[in-house]
């Protein structure tokens, strides 16, 4: 039954004399999505980075799709994010003078595509998040949820086997968060894309199928059984 | 907050007197309401009674305060299936996760793993109002949105307490 699309065995990272990581074992099922939460520097960004090939482990192994993520070097890993993995942040990714449609189409010119077909990849991913009306305008003159949105269409638009956002909502308000989550997790369902969406706030964990919490740089176990 | 089970977390920490009971429950506990020697003693034999805890001898001199009691081993797997169990959401959440958390200090054992299980739950709950809320007409969007609401406080209420564990533990100790 189990399908994992990602299996991270042991992971530890430390940064100088702080351990971010201190063996965190993980699997996401193929087409889950599952929140990750926990304080602040407890290790959530880290683990992701980890999960995303971003950054390499100090040591444990990372899966991703059949790929043993920590096998291969930096420029292999920055092929395998740009084929088969989006990302969203809390903002800041977007050219804020291009259009929606430039700015949606970009990851699929840097991967050959013709301009024509990009562009119209582009329309297609803003009509599905709700911006079919908006794919003309800037994502400087736009409010913060539509343009979460244009992040959001610009990191599906390569159909990525898996999502990662962190904080995505983390800059709107709740009435925005709530109605780009919405369509966020609309159409990651309806493609079987894989999400992992780090996040605090209870309320957006709840659109996930699960939660993990970090702690300290470990996942927060199953608490000890009751004794017999 | 169930007092018996309260009552039978602090005395796990080590044999007691009835009297010591008070003391600490009241040190602890007694902020809202002070417990009566009366329903330490009738708490006292209904747990006899029960096989939760017995009595370890007595000093000399008569009275009931002379008396020792320790928590059998039926005692401690009830505390800690109790410790163990979250609780719904409901207005007695706050004073019973609260106990828990407290015992979980007393005794040393890991109240953060107590309160993610809490919030687990609350998670729980929550995702199936979210799921329903999805389909859902106006108006019985703002009624779940309201139960959200106190959800999300619960939780708010347990990341300042799981925030504050270590002072907890300190003023704690200094009651033990
Ligand atoms: N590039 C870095 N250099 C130094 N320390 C870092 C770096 N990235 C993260 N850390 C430290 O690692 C810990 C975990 O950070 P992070 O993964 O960003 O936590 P979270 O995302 O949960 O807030 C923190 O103590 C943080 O200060
Ligand atoms: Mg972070």
């Known amino acids: ?16 004399p702080t351990q971010a990581l201190r063996g965190i074992d993980l699997s996401v099922e193929r087409g889950e999505v599952l929140a990750v939460m926990g304080p602040s520097g407890s290790g959530k960004s880290t683990l992701v980075h980890c999960l995303a090939g971003v950054i390499s482990p100090d040591s444990g192994s990372v899966v991703l ?9 930096p420029d292999q890993r920055a092929k395998v994010r740009l084929q088969r993995i989006g990302f969203v942040f809390q903002f800041g990714q977007l050219l804020p003078d291009l259009t929606a449609t430039d700015n949606v189409a970009l990851p699929l010119l840097m991967a050959g595509r013709s301009r024509r077909a990009a562009n119209t990849q582009a329309i297609a991913w803003l009509d599905r998040l709700g911006l079919g009306d908006h794919a003309d305008k800037s994502p400087g003159s736009m409010s913060g949820g539509q343009a979460q949105r244009v992040a959001i269409a610009r990191a599906l638009v390569t159909r990525p086997a898996v999502l990662f956002a962190d904080e995505p909502t983390g800059s709107l308000d709740s009435v925005s968060s709530e109605s780009v989550l919405g369509a966020m997790l609309e159409v990651v369902r309806e493609a079987g894309t894989t999400v992992v969406l780090i996040t605090h706030d209870a ?13 300290d740089g470990l996942l927060s176990g199953a608490y000890a059984p009751v004794p017999a | 907050m169930d007092r018996s089970l309260a009552l039978l977390g602090l005395m796990s920490a080590g044999p007691t007197h009835g009297y010591d009971l008070k003391s600490r429950y009241d040190a602890i506990f007694g902020a809202a309401r002070t417990i009566a020697y009366g329903q330490i003693y009738a708490t006292l034999s209904r747990m006899i009674r029960d096989g ?16 020792r009691y320790a928590v ?7 505390l800690a299936s109790w410790l163990r169990e979250p609780d719904t959401p409901s207005p007695t959440l706050q004073s019973n996760l609260f106990a828990k958390t407290i015992l979980a200090l007393v005794l040393d054992d890991d109240a953060d793993a107590l309160l993610d299980i809490q ?29 959200l609401f106190q959800i999300e406080a619960d939780l708010r209420w ?6 504050r564990l270590t002072d907890m533990r300190k003023e704690v100790r200094r009651h033990g």
């Open chain 1, 203 to 215: 309320r957006t964990a709840a659109y996930a199928d699960r939660e993990v919490i970090v702690r």
């Open chain 1, 1 to 16: 039954m189990a399908d994992p699309i990602i299996t991270a065995t042991g992971l530890t990272k430390s940064f100088g």
């Open chain 2, 72 to 78: 059998t081993d039926a005692g401690r797997t009830r």
């Open chain 2, 119 to 147: 919030r687990h739950a609350h998670l729980a709950r929550m995702r199936e109002l979210t799921t329903a809320k999805a389909g859902a007409p106006l108006l019985d969007r703002l009624a779940i949105d309201y139960a």
């Open chain 2, 52 to 67: 939760l805890i017995e009595q370890i001898g007595q000093e000399p001199g008569s009275g009931p305060d002379r008396k």
């Open chain 1, 65 to 73: 799709d059949g790929t043993d993520l920590t096998a291969l070097s």
């Open chain 2, 158 to 163: 347990i990341d300042l307490t799981s925030a």
